[in-house]
């Protein structure tokens, strides 16, 4: 099983980028998805997750202008981040609970990270 992460960039404060991450590999069923972030010196801290049904939670850093979304055909997972702050500039990773074909149990999964700059 493998997420591949992609939609990170350098933006002005004040505008938007969309995060994408999909999942691939022998993958039986995704429970929750969800957006993480580390910036330099800092702790990896979460920003937004979704469960397979939909139910989303955010950081109270992000609410409002972070939307999170899922494609559960394309098993995929999305961030889309409006009203970018320079305090969101971070590696921004995506994770998700994966049950394989042939396993009961779930697994966490991470993706490579992606790096986000937002400038003042």
């Known amino acids: 099983v493998q997420l591949q992460a992609s939609g990170g960039g350098l933006v002005q404060a004040g505008g938007s980028l969309r995060l994408s991450c999909v999942a691939s590999?022998?993958?039986?069923?995704?429970?929750?998805m969800g957006w993480y972030r580390q910036a330099p010196g800092k702790q990896r801290e979460l920003v937004a997750v979704?469960?397979?049904?939909?139910?989303?939670n955010y950081a109270d850093s992000v609410k409002g202008r972070f939307t999170i979304s899922r494609d559960n055909a394309k098993n995929a997972v999305y961030l889309q981040m409006n009203t970018l702050k320079p305090e969101d500039t971070a590696v921004y990773y995506c994770?998700?609970?994966?049950?394989?074909?042939?396993?009961?149990?779930?697994?966490?999964?991470w993706g490579q990270g992606t790096q986000v700059t937002v400038s003042s």
């Open positions: 994770k998700a609970d994966i049950s394989r074909i042939g396993r009961v149990r779930s697994d966490d999964y």
């Open positions: 590999g022998t993958i039986r069923s995704i429970k929750d």
């Open positions: 979704v469960t397979s049904r939909g139910t989303t």
